[in-house]
């Protein structure tokens, strides 16, 4: 037996179970270093995919805010067949449609072919005039999807004009009580209390006085004549206001009309009301109607609006066609109430109009009116007053600068 054998036999194992140790860290090392390798790819092709999907959904949005701006399809009949809205927007105030972009070929074998739509949505109650576009595009074959946002401003509705009267009754014509009348006609206060207190606007506003002398200015006396209403129906210090020269009211000038809703059309109120009755908005809803184009001529008794969310009530020149519909005793408006009787006193002779707080506009005078209770209120006009994004063209299609963004899906 050889008495150095055992040891070098130890040292043989030891180095051979090194050698193998040493080869297995090469391999977990190879194998790592491959993963890493692997994983970079994975997510460069994954920062591609989103990239291209990106561009893509920026693309579909181009798209559709082109075809909006050329006025291919209405709005009308953009939302005639309402879409599914986007996550997070509810509510029966929000009006939602869906536009399909052409699917995109590709221009090489490589590029990936694109399918993109749009889901188009606005606020019919606040925000008619403003479109938010939600464009997404997928990339057929690849598990990506992108959404963009943007809004974009529609000439759909006019700015009301900041410099409207604020008087509780607004005339083209002049007005006179009936025998026995019950009126109330109470101007803006400093406290805010209707009949009481400093008025800071008057009762009663008038764009034509009869030029009874004819010399062509209108004097206190005539405007006195013209707005006969007695002391007791302008409780609170209210006053009467009109023209201080002549002015012709034939044909209709409609100067009460402009001077409230300043190049807001007829045509644009009655979409707006139509748009919000489509979507089931009523005077019971949560939220409320804000908006009524009324052109049938029947008599109103229902009530509308409330202080926090006044309502605009409009009797067309179709509603006034004969005569201009009453309001029935006990029926509440909170808001703005228009009649269009086309300067046509006729049409207003007696007439009646239950408890309305904020501002009623007569296109016409109102001879031997019967009975009205009439506070004006501040928030008289907010329900067509909005808001307006800063350096917009009102007659444009516009982006809003400041709103894209990307969606999450």
């Known amino acids: 037996m050889n008495p150095h054998r055992a040891p070098q036999t130890h040292q043989g ?8 140790g040493l080869v297995l860290l090469a391999a977990l090392a190879s194998v790592y270093s491959s993963r890493s390798v692997l994983m ?33 399809t209405p709005l009308s009949e953009l939302f005639a067949a309402p879409a599914a809205c986007p996550k997070g927007v509810q509510g029966l105030q929000w009006q939602c449609a869906a536009m399909t972009a052409p699917t ?11 399918q993109g739509s749009v889901t188009v949505v606005r606020d019919v109650r606040l925000s008619p005039h403003v479109l938010t576009l939600h464009a997404q595009a997928s990339l057929a074959g690849q598990n990506s999807r ?17 410099d409207a009267p604020q008087a509780a009754l607004v005339l083209n014509g002049c007005a006179s009580e009936a025998v026995g ?68 009211r034939s044909p209709c000038n ?12 007829e045509q644009q109120l009655q979409a707006w009301s139509t748009a919000q009755e489509r979507n089931g908005l009523h005077a019971q809803s949560t939220p409320p109607r804000t908006v009524y184009w009324v052109d049938s001529p029947g008599d109103w008794g229902q009530s509308v609006g ?12 179709q509603a006034c066609a004969l005569r201009c ?20 006193d006729e049409k207003m002779r007696g007439w009646q109009g239950g408890w309305i707080e904020g501002q009623l506009v007569v296109e016409s005078g109102l001879p031997e009116w019967r009975s009205s209770t009439l506070w004006a209120r501040p928030y008289g006009r907010d329900a067509y007053v909005l808001n307006w994004p800063d350096g917009i063209d009102p007659t444009q299609v516009q982006r809003i600068n400041g709103s894209w963004s990307e969606v999450s899906p």
């Not at 309001?327 to 269009?340: E, W, Y």
Request: glycine letters at 8%.
């Open 13 to 20: 194992a030891i180095t051979l179970l090194m050698a193998t």
């Open 181 to 248: 009348a019950s009126l109330r006609v109470c101007p803006l206060s400093r406290t805010g209390q209707a009949c009481s207190g400093t008025a800071i606007a008057p009762a009663v506003q008038s764009h034509f006085v009869v030029d009874t002398n004819r010399n062509g200015s209108i004097s206190t006396t005539e405007k006195t004549a013209c707005m006969a209403l007695n002391a007791s129906s302008l409780p609170g210090g209210g006053s009467k206001s009109g023209p201080n020269t002549a002015v012709p």
């Open 325 to 344: 519909p009453r309001i029935a005793a006990g029926t509440h408006i909170h808001g703005s109430v228009v009649l269009d009787a086309g300067c046509n």
């Open 146 to 162: 992108s959404v963009v946002r943007e809004s974009l401003f529609m000439p759909v509705l006019s700015p009301a004009p900041g």
């Open 40 to 72: 970079d790819q994975l997510a460069g092709q994954n920062h591609t995919r989103a990239s291209q999907s990106r561009m893509a959904a920026e693309d579909t949005l181009a798209w559709a805010q082109t075809a909006l701006a050329q006025g291919t």
């Open 104 to 114: 995109s070929t590709p221009t090489s074998a490589a590029a990936p072919q694109v």
């Open 306 to 317: 409330t202080a926090s969310e006044p309502a605009l009530l409009v009797f067309s020149s």
């Open 254 to 265: 409609r100067a009460a009309w402009r001077s409230v809703f300043g190049d807001i059309t």
